[in-house]
């Protein structure tokens, strides 16, 4: 059983639209992580949202925490081929060190 | 400037051979993790250190093994190397305690078992 569930998994877009990725589940996480992954490296960072309803902003990426602590949306606005990656969301719960992480979004912005 | 490195950044071995991965942080961090990640399955826990002698199974422990002995190292052994143990692994560590800390992952290594 897959405790966060992303979506969708792919995403293909043209340079300039706005996209939105999903990250949900039926269980509480005291903090929500996303870390974007390019081919060939880890995972790095971009933002940890802890309260519920947190709205961050990192540039042209918007990050939110839902209400119940239960969800999480990414929102690029104006996608730029630099944005290409794999998005992951991942969960601590319990203010535990572990994490779980969602399967992905692929994203490719195309030219 | 601080660092995670893992070696090697590929590796081919064959079934049923010991198999022993790297893995070396420069942070000063009480926390190390192991992870693999396969296609259709994201990253899963394999392993994970809260501090030296603290070593703790995650979802998919069977057939891996870890030892800490010192702050900086976290190896990942494979006791007898499996075809479904084929993937890219990383290892990754964090710092203090509450949920809330960037991991900071290596580049990881791509094993493959034939």
């Known amino acids: 059983t897959q405790l966060l569930e992303q979506s969708p998994q792919f995403l293909s877009i043209q340079e300039g639209e706005n996209l939105t990725v999903y990250c949900n589940s039926s269980?509480?996480?005291?903090?929500l992580q996303w870390y974007r992954q390019e081919p060939g490296e880890g995972p790095v960072l971009l933002v940890t949202?802890?309260?519920?309803?947190e709205v961050k902003k990192l540039k042209r990426l918007t990050f939110q925490f839902g209400d119940a602590r239960k969800d999480s949306s990414l929102h690029i606005t104006a996608a730029q081929p630099g944005d290409t990656g794999l998005y992951l969301c991942?969960?601590?719960?319990?203010?535990?060190?572990?994490?779980?992480f969602g399967k992905g979004t692929k994203l490719t912005v195309n030219p | 400037d601080a660092e995670i490195t893992q070696s090697p950044r590929h590796k081919i071995t064959e079934t049923g051979r010991q198999v022993t991965l790297a893995c070396h942080q420069t942070?000063?961090?009480?926390?190390m993790f192991w992870y693999r990640q396969d296609l259709g399955h994201g990253l899963r826990l394999i392993h994970y250190?809260?501090?030296?002698?603290?070593?703790n199974k995650g979802e998919v422990s069977d057939g891996y093994s870890v030892s800490r002995s010192n702050t900086e190292d976290l190896p990942l052994t494979l006791e007898s190397a499996a075809s479904s143990q084929t993937s890219v692994y990383f290892c990754?560590?964090?710092?203090?305690?509450?949920?809330?800390?960037?991991?900071?992952f290596g580049p990881g290594t791509r094993l493959t078992v034939t």
């Open positions: 990754a560590s964090s710092e203090g305690q509450g949920g809330r800390y960037e991991q900071y």
């Open positions: 269980s509480v996480f005291s903090s």
């Open positions: 949202v802890v309260t519920g309803g």
């Open positions: 991942a969960g601590s719960q319990g203010g535990s060190e572990k994490l779980v």
């Open positions: 942070w000063n961090h009480n926390n």
């Open positions: 250190s809260y501090g030296v002698q603290d070593t």
